[in-house]
Each structure stands twice: as structure tokens, then as C-alpha cells.
């Protein structure tokens, strides 16, 4: 299933690179407070990547890496979730994530539910790796196979719709 879209390598020196990641942050800050408010939320439905995937697939590299390495940041600095302890973990693989989303994008060219699948598989993977070399405890770093399974399905599906919604802009 794909569909046609408009798809963006912004720059650094566009001032649409910082409005759109900034838009993208607040999402990404708004979406775990929701998903917060049902027990272990976050843990299920990994908020904290949905807006990271969305910037990155339609917007670039750029908007991608802004969203990927702020809004954890700032999720941690104003709400203090996620904890400290696991932030580096959350970052690296936001950074895959937007790295993998925007290189997807560039490969297929439009909105693809393959390319969002691969960038999904891609960040949770390769981030897992990371998680577990960063932590050193297996059981934490496999926590998003064992429980965030809905999270992956939801940015999936949902990121599929929602850039499905913007293939004008």
C-alpha cells in the first residue's frame, strides 16, 4: 500500500527546519502525556518516537535529528520522563530512527508502509543493540519487543495515516 506525497529535505539554514521540528517537539511532548495517563503508557505505546518518525519521513534528516535528540530532552527536563538513567538509550535510538525514517523516504519516494516498517525495524533493532551495550541488562533492552509491540504498530499504521494525510503539504 503507498501512496504519492510531497516529501522535504529541509536544510539547517531553513527557518522551516526549526517551525516544523518545533511543531513536531510539542507533539512529541502532548502524545507521552496522553500515553502516560494508562498504566505503563509509555512503555507500551512508545510515544516519545511517533513525531520523530513523522518529521524525519516527511521533512528530512534535519527536522528528523531535532525532533529526535529535543524531545526527549525536553520530555525529561519539563516532566521528568524518561528517567535520566535510561535518556541516552531513548536518544540513540530517536537518532536511528530519524536517520533510518529519512533515508526511507529518500529510497522509496513517497509514502510507503514498507518504508515505514523498515525504519521502525531499523531503529528498534540497531537500537537495541545500543540499549543493551549502554545498559548492560539484556531484559531492559529487549523491553520494547517484550511490551511496546502496540507501539510499533501504532507508529506504523498511525504514521502511515497522518503522512498519508499530509502528502499535499
Do not use: C
Amino acid at each position: 500500500m503507498t501512496t504519492t506525497a510531497k516529501l522535504y529535505s529541509l536544510e539547517l539554514r531553513n527557518s522551516r527546519t526549526y517551525l516544523f521540528a518545533g511543531l513536531f517537539i510539542i507533539g512529541n511532548l502532548l502524545l507521552p502525556q496522553l500515553a502516560h495517563l494508562m498504566p505503563q503508557g509509555g512503555l507500551i505505546l512508545l510515544p516519545i518516537y511517533f513525531f520523530t518518525l513523522i518529521a524525519a519521513y516527511k521533512y528530512g534528516i534535519f527536522v528528523g535529528l531535532l525532533t529526535a535528540v529535543l524531545s526527549p530532552l525536553t520530555n525529561s527536563l519539563l516532566f521528568g520522563m524518561p528517567e535520566m538513567s535510561v535518556l541516552p538509550a531513548i536518544i540513540v535510538k530517536s537518532v536511528i530512527l530519524a536517520i533510518a525514517a529519512s533515508q526511507a523516504a529518500k529510497h522509496f519516494g513517497k509514502v510507503s508502509i514498507l518504508g515505514i516498517l523498515i525504519a521502525i525495524l531499523a531503529y528498534q533493532f540497531v537500537g537495541t543493540g545500543f540499549e543493551w551495550a549502554i545498559t548492560q541488562n539484556f531484559n531492559m533492552a529487549i523491553q520494547d519487543f517484550r511490551i511496546g509491540l502496540p507501539g510499533m504498530i501504532f507508529q506504523l499504521i498511525g504514521g502511515f495515516l497522518v503522512l498519508k494525510s499530509l502528502e499535499k503539504a
